[in-house]
């Protein structure tokens, strides 16, 4: 429990960070520039983080821990941009920080790690879906646009860590190599759905619902699909910590919405004096 809670917390430090990084990059140099690389080398090591996490922790709290992030996130824009968190900003902190521990002390065994071939399949289908939506959407261009493209980043964001569990008791079989070789794909999709979506709308819109379903998907399938656990008599505790978490997760992505300014000030610099 406790290697999985650091390993967690060090990788929502990580993502905290690289997505303050992220949006000064996309709206500076764009996304298909040499910057975004140490960006998604960040990412790379704040996944391997999060796959200890995810071995070690029912997805649940492994999502909420690397929710955090938002924490992070929320600090790193205040003390760049030079303005201090509001009010209701500070109680996401604590309520979040809150339910993180009453959500530790309510988690149960860590399920399986066995990928069925349906489960697999359904895996690949929803995917396929989703990556032919972003597409529709972004061709669209309507107004919500940026909203929407903010879902199916949550959605494939939201598939990643459950592709993840794969590796958690690999084997040299298709039911580890097939939802394996998901979770690229799942994350890159992710990744470039959640950069449109933010050239697009702002970022609290854009962000909500990507904290969101990535913190819901993966619990809901970790305690449906793999049999994650919680303790004998804490399903009360453990919602309300959950349900907490999650909305504090929302309340700081306004605290990310200052990242929008992130566009004036790059935008200044590169005016000639």
């Not at 796959?51 to 821990?65: H, K, N, R, S, T």
């Not at 979506?197 to 702002?202: D, E, V, W, Y």
């Not at 804490?234 to 700081?252: H, K, R, Y």
């Amino acid at each position: 429990m406790l290697l999985g809670l650091t390993a967690a917390l060090l990788a929502a430090a990580i993502f905290g960070c690289v997505s303050v990084a992220q949006a000064a990059v996309i709206r500076r140099a764009g996304l298909f520039s040499p910057a975004m690389i140490w960006v998604l080398v960040a990412y790379g090591i704040g996944w391997l983080l999060h796959l200890v996490a995810i071995g070690e922790l029912p997805l649940y709290l492994a999502q909420v821990g690397v929710g955090a992030s938002l924490v992070v996130t929320a600090l790193v824009a205040a003390f760049v941009m030079g303005e201090p968190l509001a009010l209701q900003h500070w109680a996401a902190v604590a309520a979040m920080a809150g339910g993180l521990t009453l959500l530790a002390v309510s988690a149960g065994d860590v399920g399986s790690s066995e990928f069925s071939t349906r489960t697999t399949v359904v895996l690949y289908a929803l995917l396929g879906l989703n990556a032919v939506l972003g597409l529709v959407v972004w061709r669209w261009g309507g107004e919500l646009s940026g909203v929407v493209l903010g879902i199916l980043a949550g959605t494939a964001y939201g598939g990643s860590p459950v592709a993840t569990r794969s590796l958690v008791d690999p084997t040299l079989d298709v039911h580890t190599i097939a939802p394996a070789l998901s979770i690229g794909l799942f994350g890159a999709l992710g990744f470039v759905l959640y950069s449109a979506a933010m050239k697009r709308a702002s970022v609290t819109a854009a962000t909500a619902p990507v904290v969101l379903l990535s913190t819901v998907i993966p619990a809901a399938v970790g305690l449906a699909t793999f049999g994650d656990e919680v303790r004998a008599g804490w399903w009360p505790p453990a919602v309300l910590a959950f349900l907490i978490s999650v909305a504090a997760g929302i309340v700081l992505c306004g605290a990310e919405a200052r990242l929008d300014l992130l566009e004036e000030a790059t935008a200044d610099l590169d005016q000639p004096s």
